[in-house]
């Protein structure tokens, strides 16, 4: 049974960081591409970043380039996001998402995880 599960979230200063980690299970991570995506209140669920399967490709919202980073621990199964200087504008609920296509967009991504909030406020 393939699962993907969201930890790291919380609220953070202005200028703060957080690290956010995927655990996942019942699939091989190599096989699949993994991406983060966001959702802030009212608003639809937005690309974030993306590690590409079986290479390394690497793919950032330019709202989060260079602030964000994405990495894979493949023996630990993880998909981690390190979000540096985090801004109000990042407050979201984050969710990580596998699937077969390397997309921008949410729809091609087969599995979901139940998604962790970030809080960016002082």
């Known amino acids: 049974q393939v699962q993907l599960v969201e930890s790291g979230g919380g609220l953070v200063q202005p200028g703060g960081s957080l690290r956010l980690a995927c655990t996942t299970s019942g699939f091989t991570l190599d096989d699949y591409n993994i991406a983060w995506f966001r959702q802030a209140p009212g608003g639809g669920r937005d690309f974030v970043a993306l590690s590409a399967s079986n290479a390394p490709n690497r793919c950032y919202a330019d709202s989060v380039k260079g602030r964000f980073t994405i990495s894979r621990d493949i023996d630990g199964k993880l998909v981690h996001l390190q979000m540096n200087n985090l801004k109000a504008e990042d407050t979201a609920i984050y969710y990580c998402?596998?699937?077969?296509?390397?997309?921008?967009?949410?729809?091609?991504?087969?599995?979901w995880g139940q998604g962790t909030q970030v809080t960016v406020s002082s």
């Open positions: 998402a596998a699937g077969t296509t390397a997309a921008l967009m949410p729809g091609p991504y087969k599995y």
